[in-house]
Nanobody
């Protein structure tokens, strides 16, 4: 059973930084393209960033380009999301996603995700 466990969320002020982590267990991590999504109450889950299995390709939503960086450590079975210059609009529950044998492009759609994490809350105050 593959499990994804996010951590690193919290309450910060606008302009601050946070780093989210997603630890993956129960599978071969390097077989999964990984992504971060976010969802606010009453809204659809939206793509934030994705990374290919070998960390060669990354994709970002326009709203986070230049502020967020996705990375992965295949030796530690962990994917990260470094979030800088946070804004109140970034307030969401952030979810980690895994797409087996996928690409940075396929996982971004959300439709091919095989596993989701439970989510971690990020709150940015103004």
């Amino acid at each position: 059973q593959v499990q994804l466990v996010e951590s690193g969320g919290g309450l910060v002020q606008a302009g601050d930084s946070l780093r989210l982590s997603c630890a993956v267990s129960g599978g071969t991590f390097s077989n999964y393209a990984m992504g971060w999504f976010r969802q606010a109450p009453g809204k659809e889950r939206e793509f934030v960033a994705t990374i290919s299995r070998a960390a060669i390709t990354t994709n970002y939503a326009d709203s986070v380009k230049g502020r967020f960086t996705i990375s992965r450590d295949n030796a530690k079975n962990t994917v990260y999301l470094q979030m800088n210059s946070l804004k109140p609009d970034d307030t969401n529950v952030y979810y980690c996603a895994a797409d087996q044998w996928g690409t940075a492009g396929t996982v971004a759609s959300g439709a091919n995700v095989d596993y989701w994490g439970q989510g971690t809350q990020v709150t940015v105050s103004s």
